[in-house]
């Protein structure tokens, strides 16, 4: 009796692992986890920004999405991995506009059309920050001591990407020149800074509360209009550098990817940047929701490249 | 203070939490149990559990498997010589021989209490020191990772038994893998030969498994084979012996310099972000070697290896939270899930956290105390079932623990280039082995040599002068106290040789 038992349970078992093997095949998309790269070190600002979504996108999708953090070599280990990875939905790219620039810059053969535009989630304005161990409580002490020492005041940035570039603007709109450092990823670039051991960086809204707890200073944004979240912060135009800089953010996914698997995946990702517990994460984040369906973000990304072509040129930045 | 904490802890203590904190504990122990899961993939596991819970409850789950994780790395460490996560490396050197010794269960437990004395001890520092201790991170900078990190090298290079040569060259040939790949700064391709497989550069996680598991349970399987067909002393078959909670809980306590000590070493490497766990049960080990009256019974199934290992693994953790409660910056994958956690719900986390949510910083405080006796109810109950692996054959053991090993390492990317690298690595690790090259040294190589690369560099850019890595005083401290660490090693093993001549005289 107990042999039967057991025979019975075992066939039993069987077949629910041969159910579950032939499952996927029929299977709608998606039936398993999805993970999502993000390129930077875990607690930065794109990490801050894709966490929150993360959340809302899975629960329109109906499977959990998983982050993992590649980082490493300006965001392109991340970029390299996501490009390679299987073109079956179960592995989404959340990107930002480096890809342009690393590729101009050289540093990474992987462009925005190795991939396949989903939609576009956020822009966030920069926001040029000092650390509180330097002297400077406004642009025009800063941009005076930056005349008298050429290349000597340190910038953390994430060479060859956003963070590299818009400095590189100031220094040009200023006529200054800085000494850049590289820190991958605006998390290592909070650490040095606080412990001043690099003395300026390009962040954003999302550190505002170091800012409060006055261990860093936001000198200037990178934005038309000086934000709520912060309205003591002078905009780059008041101060008479032409620079509007937002960094945006979108999911991609590689390139081969079935067209319904994307349809699945924009309707989702429609739907997620519209709940309002999304819109109060971002308000926190000092980012706006910029939502662009996959047909209006291809054709942002493809102004945003030829930009980012011109930015890298004027720069004398360019490699290919 | 105190009146916040014990706030705190009647929160905690309510069943909402509680649970939570209790479920993430257990799935912690078996996550950092098998080898191939490490603490990062159980917590992330976790994270999708947590949303629908309220932020404490969730940010009480994960801290329960940050701490369950850093001790259950010990169980497999002691019984299979694999650690289970790297923060149990050391935990290999004494435990695994204690437990050949037909001692797994003083092994384990030794293990277990210097994880919650260590862990409790931490604390103390967690919850009335965080503000200074954390202050201390952010002194360090380039200059200070790059010498810390050669601290770390020079330190365990000295643990070997056999020659410090060897240990030395296992550290290079670590560092030198870390170096094959994309390089770290300006992604430039280095050693790859055009192959896109090497191309990825060999990832840490199969490479460890493929050292530690593949090699160790290589020697086993070869010695069951040995010249007489008998199986050698190992843990088959061995009958469970007695042990008490209070004998073992005093072997501890009449060494409480070298409980504090070790978790003070565990505490500092946890609040200096991006080094983990390893580093710091590895830098325990190699301290509690240098001020034990007997350094040549290290390695054989010495208590103070176990004690000195797991008490730091454990403070590691409180030094983790350090730095997130004090600035929001999280020092490791596993608080940046935690930080992540708190984004989701809308918590703003930085320096003013815990004057702006006392009850959250507080909570997790008392998740963090109250994980300790989760754990150790947790292990009392499963302890009987794990030590029963002690008594399974080997020829049964050994392909299980190989699948798990494999499925471990393919699970990390989903891709098979893991795979191939856990065999080509397990090749290796085995010749080495056979050649007489600890393999710990090669491993703490692996962990830091991205990080000692990209430090340099960086002290470089903002400053060419190389003589602030030795003006710079934690630097120059640090860089000293790697050159008398190694001076001290030569020390030790010249005495040792001069010891063992004059014992064997009649050889």
Redesign the interface.
Known sequence: MARTFVTMAGVAALAGVLAALSGPAMAQYPDRPI?MIVPW???GDT??IF??FA?EF?KHLGQ?V??A?VG???G??GA??AQKSAPDGYTVYAMHDYIHL?FYAG??DVKYSDFEPVCLVAATPSVLTASAKTPWKTWQELADDAKKRPGEI?VGAT?GSTSHIFPAMIEKAAGIKF??????GL??R???L?????NLTDSNLT????V??A?LRFIAIASEKRDPEAPDVPTLKELGMNIVYEVARGVMVPKGTPAPVRAKLEEACAKAVKEP?FA??MK??GTRVAYLSAIDYAQFLARIDGESKTIMTDLGLIKK | MLDLLANGLVNIAQWKYLLPLFAGTFIGVIGGALPGVTITMTVIVVLPFTYGLDPLAGLAAMTGVYVGGSTGGLIAACLLGIPGSPASIATTFDGFPMARNGEPGRAIWLGVWASVWGGLLGALFLVFLTGPLAAIALEFGPWEYFSLFVLAMAMVAGLTEASLLKGLLSTAIGLLITVVGHDPIGSVPRFTFGSEFVGGGFPFLPVLIGVFAFAQIMTDLEKLNGPRGQPVPSLVGVKLERFSHLGVNLEIFKRPFLLAWSTIVGLIIGILPAIGGSASSVMAYDQARKFSKTPERFGKGHPEGIIASEASNNANVSGSLMTIMAFGIPGDAVTAVMLGAMTIHGIQSGPLFISQNPDIAYGIYAAYILAHPCMLLICIALMPLMLRVTSVRMAVLAPVVLVLCVVGAYALNNTMQSVYVLLLFGVIGYVLVKLGFPLAPLILGLILGDQIEINLVRAIMTDPSPWLFLTRPISGGLLVAAALSVALAIWQHLRHQKRVAEEEPDF
């Not at chain 1, 000494?179 to 991958?184: A, E, G, L, R």
């Not at chain 1, 606080?194 to 690099?198: A, D, S, Y």
């Not at chain 1, 550190?207 to 170091?210: L, R």
Request: hydrophobic share 35%; glycine share 10%.
């Open positions: 993970k070190a875990a607690g990490d801050n966490r929150p959340v899975q959990p998983v982050i953090n490493g070599a300006s392109t280990v390299r991995e690393t540093i990474s340190t060479l000494k850049f450092v590289s820190y991958d998390a290592p909070m650490n040095a606080l412990g001043g051991h690099i550190q505002k509360g170091k409060e707890a261990v517990s109060q994460a926190l984040q």
